[in-house]
């Protein structure tokens, strides 16, 4: 297949919604292996691994038996305590160079990261800061999924007590930033099939694939007549534009409105409330307060947000 | 002094960071320690914002139960601005609770419970799964571990229906202070009862009968991991204009009689957490606490600790009657299912095709507000105190909180770590496969467990 064709397929996910389906088949005949996958919770909600189990076509059994071998997982894999903590180890040298490895929320480096440890052994803890900093030494690709783990989002938000970073603030090479709180399925998965096909696939100046980051949120809005008109909503469950309830659709890149979520089926603005802009690097400090129009919402009187930043 | 000491770790199979200390003598645990390894602050980052933020911002705090602090928090706006919830909204939401419900425990007994039973599939990430403890035959292990991957479309489903009104899952945008900003439309309507057929479906003929082979198989587990007779509920699916009534009971059971929640008997402390005590205001995290092994703090009902949970909501409303055991906690969690599903039709069919039954007031009436209803995990609190519309201080109590508590000043234990100890060990069985087991039969979320405490 041309890289063309699976990036149109990708990008026309709208009106078919299941375009993983069609490529199954192709993935099947011209696969070698499944792409080996390591992935790491670090402060997060959880959100991204349920929003992952929400994939449709391919759903969960179909990603494990078609596109990846999820090697480490706190929370699928069958194994616990020490064999958990064997596998992780043989995982990350038997796939050494080859590996992609996940990370699942910010990474707090106060206190030399012991406000997250992953787990603790006889040797002593291992903190989410050593772990992202080990693995990603002899990954292939590192992936950050989420928003926490691509720019820092809710665990990094003012005040920031915890001194919670991005994965790149702290990993000194790529990281590839799928953002969203959570995650829309489609963005890792299609993510993910990118690396096992083609490799890299193309980024933002964010570092996330402009396949599913290119456009902002307000130029595809369903909704995008009526602000053109100036016809703003009255309130939240208004039919008319959003942008007078604080609707971030204008700076938020992503693609939502086409894509929607859960089997394609809605997105917040056609629940008739604002887009609150959770891919942006700046969020949710950026964003709020929520409801308030963009242009009200100021400066931000909390001040900036730390854990985004760019590596150094 | 023959202790062996086994940190069992990572707990695996639950939502969030999780390691276990526990001490064997003979094959006996006769100490345990919970450890909720991670902290997010989530008190700290709510000052200073507005509080209508705190319905998007706090669902922020957990993935797999984000609607119940939605939820809970709409109530307490709903309180501040004495908002009147219309009929149709009260509906609407309590559907969009119920799905979300569904989806937890769901998930909760396919994908982190059963393969503590079930022999499962051999490729990744079922490798290395220990097999010394699987008692199903071949074909109950076969069709256990297909509906495991059955269960995720089932749960899936859930999470359209939640997202069909609410944008999308998780992190719903539609459950709102005031009502729900999303139009309940005939063919929303029927959307949703096709999707909750094909999950009622899935319930009925795949998960209560696999609840039923596994409750058989390991029926040691109706003995194991007991924990003392003392239960707590804030009351399941709110109703009312004011939010002011719930279909579920609150309450408190004790020794087998029940009597009304007093919220005002709740306390909190420190003692073993990660927290340093100051003489006035919040005690401030510390991770290097002497004593401190846990981010979660020590919380109790009127002196002494509380087990919440799906079990302790069918107990007290009289709808489950066993004993405080792992496979008690299993089954109560399955039965539930069950009877929200029903629920869920009910309140679809009664949901009046409309607009979107929303109205929420401008001017807040009061600058301070708790509210609290029961999550999927138990009993879930919010308070917050204003200055104008700005929050000062916002409270978090989560489920995991009171089921993880870690022990008091005194040396006693929490629920959790109750279970484990005087656990007996069988031969060739791994501790971590006994301890698991009852482990996750409480649902662990540790995500909840992330915020900074009010000792009062």
Redesign the interface.
């Given at each position: 297949m041309e890289k063309k064709i699976f990036e149109q397929m990708v990008k026309d996910a709208a009106a078919s919604g299941n375009f993983l389906q069609k490529l199954l088949p192709f993935l099947k005949e011209h696969r070698k292996e499944k792409l080996p996958v390591i992935w790491i919770?670090?402060?997060?909600?959880?959100?991204?691994?349920?929003?992952l189990?929400?994939?449709?076509f391919p759903?969960?059994?179909q990603i494990?038996?078609d596109l990846i071998?999820?090697?480490?997982?706190?929370?699928?894999?069958?194994?616990?305590?020490?064999?958990?903590?064997?596998?992780l180890e043989q995982a990350a040298k038997k796939y050494s160079g080859r590996y992609t490895l996940v990370v699942e929320g910010a990474v707090?480096v106060r206190?030399n990261g012991?406000?997250?440890?992953?787990?603790?052994?006889?040797q002593g803890?291992v903190t989410?800061l050593e772990a992202v900093r080990e693995l990603g030494k002899t990954a292939k690709y590192v992936v950050a999924a989420g928003t926490c783990a691509s720019f820092g989002g809710?665990?990094a938000?003012?005040?920031n007590?915890?001194g919670?970073m991005s994965v790149q603030a702290v990993l000194p090479r790529e990281v590839i930033r799928v953002s969203g709180?959570?995650i829309n399925p489609d963005w890792l998965v299609g993510t993910l099939a990118h690396l096992l096909l083609y490799g890299r696939p193309e980024l933002d100046d964010q570092g996330r694939p402009v396949l599913f980051y290119g456009f902002t949120i307000h130029r595809h809005c369903q909704r995008r007549s009526y602000f053109d008109t100036g016809n703003l909503a009255d309130?939240?469950?208004d039919i008319r534009c959003m942008f007078s309830q604080g609707c971030m659709g204008p700076v938020t890149f992503a693609d939502c409105p086409y894509r929607q979520?859960?089997?394609h089926?809605?997105?917040?603005?056609?629940?008739?409330?604002p887009c609150?802009g959770?891919t942006n690097p700046d969020f949710?400090d950026g964003s709020?307060?929520?409801?308030?129009p963009m242009p009200q919402k100021g400066p931000n009187?909390?001040g900036p947000q730390t854990g985004g930043k760019n590596n150094e | 002094m023959n202790k062996k000491h086994l940190i069992f770790s990572p707990v695996t199979r639950l939502s969030g960071l999780l390691s276990v200390d526990v001490f064997l003598e003979k094959g006996v645990v006769r100490e345990a320690k919970a450890s909720s390894t991670f902290f997010r602050g989530f008190e700290w980052i709510m000052k200073g914002r507005q509080i209508t933020d705190a319905v998007y911002l706090t669902q922020r705090i957990c993935g797999i139960c984000s609607l119940a602090h939605g939820a809970v928090s709409s109530y307490l706006v709903d309180k501040i601005y004495d908002n009147e919830i219309s009929e149709n909204a009260q509906y609407l939401r309590n559907i969009m609770f119920a799905a979300d419900f569904l989806q937890n425990h769901i998930r909760h007994f396919y994908i982190f419970s059963i393969p503590d039973y079930v022999r499962m599939p051999s490729h990744p990430p079922f490798h290395g799964q220990n097999k010394a403890d699987l008692r199903l035959d071949e074909k109950q292990n076969r069709s256990i571990a297909e509906n495991y991957f059955e269960a995720v479309k089932a749960s899936q489903r859930c999470h359209e229906i939640l997202a069909l009104f609410g944008g999308k899952a998780p992190h719903q945008h539609s459950f709102l202070f005031g009502g729900v900003t999303a139009a309940p439309t005939a063919d929303k309507i029927n959307r949703a009862l096709a999707l909750l057929s094909s999950i009622k479906e899935f319930i009925h003929s795949r998960m209560l009968p696999d609840t039923e082979i596994i409750a058989h198989a390991y029926n040691d587990y109706f003995t194991i991991g007991k924990t003392p007779p003392r239960l707590l509920s804030f009351g399941l699916f709110r109703f009312g204009p004011k939010n002011e009534r719930v279909l579920w009971e609150s309450g408190v059971l004790v020794n087998g009689r029940i009597k009304p929640l007093q919220p005002e008997l709740i306390s909190e402390e420190v003692t073993s957490s990660w927290f340093k005590q100051v003489e006035t205001g919040e005690p401030i995290p510390d991770p290097r606490k002497p004593g401190g092994y846990s981010w979660v703090k020590t919380a109790k009902y009127d002196g002494e600790f509380v087990e919440v949970g799906p079990l302790a909501r069918m107990l007290i409303n009289g709808k489950y009657h066993g004993s405080t055991s792992t496979m008690d906690r299993i089954i109560a969690r399955s039965l539930e299912t069950a009877l929200i599903a029903d629920l869920m039709e009910e309140w679809l069919l009664r949901l009046k095709p409309g607009p979107p039954p929303f109205n929420h007031k401008k001017t807040p009436v009061r600058n301070s507000a708790v509210s609290i209803t029961d999550a999927m995990r138990g009993a879930l609190l919010h308070r917050a105190i204003l200055t104008g519309e700005q929050i000062s201080k916002y409270d978090v109590i989560t489920p995991t909180v009171w089921n993880f508590s870690p022990k008091d000043q005194l040396g006693k234990h929490g629920p959790v770590e109750n279970a484990l100890i005087n656990t007996e060990i069988p031969r060739n069985v791994p501790a971590e496969t006994v301890l698991g087991r009852i482990i996750r039969s409480f649902d662990p979320c540790l995500s909840c467990a992330t915020h900074v405490v009010t000792v009062t």
């Open positions: 919770e670090t402060n997060d909600s959880g959100d991204n691994n349920i929003s189990m929400n994939s449709t759903y969960l059994g494990f038996d071998d999820l090697l480490y997982s706190n929370t699928m894999m069958a194994a616990q305590g020490k064999d958990a903590v064997f596998i707090p206190d012991l406000y997250n440890i992953i787990y603790k052994t006889e803890d989410a809710p665990s938000a003012r005040p007590i915890t919670s709180c959570p309130s939240l469950g979520w859960v089997d089926i809605n997105w917040p603005v056609k629940a008739s409330t609150i959770c949710p709020t307060p929520f409801f308030t009187e909390l | -």
